[in-house]
């Protein structure tokens, strides 16, 4: 596992909060709050891969 991983996170938490902020602003609570979910879901889907790997290698390591 690299930094990458945690790059891409950040990098997408810092577009998501400043879009979020932008669309507060200016009056489009619901497109704030649907882009949010959104950004909540493509870090979830990013994660999961690599939960997988991680879950696959402790199998290896323990013998399960």
Do not use: W
Request: net charge neutral.
């Amino acid at each position: 596992m690299d930094i990458s991983l945690i790059l891409k996170v950040a990098g997408i938490g810092m577009l998501v909060s400043v879009s979020c902020q932008i669309l507060s602003k200016s009056g489009k609570d619901e497109q704030a709050l649907l882009l949010t979910l959104t950004g909540m879901v493509v870090v979830l889907l990013m994660l999961v891969g690599q939960l997988g790997d991680l879950i696959s290698t402790l199998r290896a390591v323990f013998g399960l």
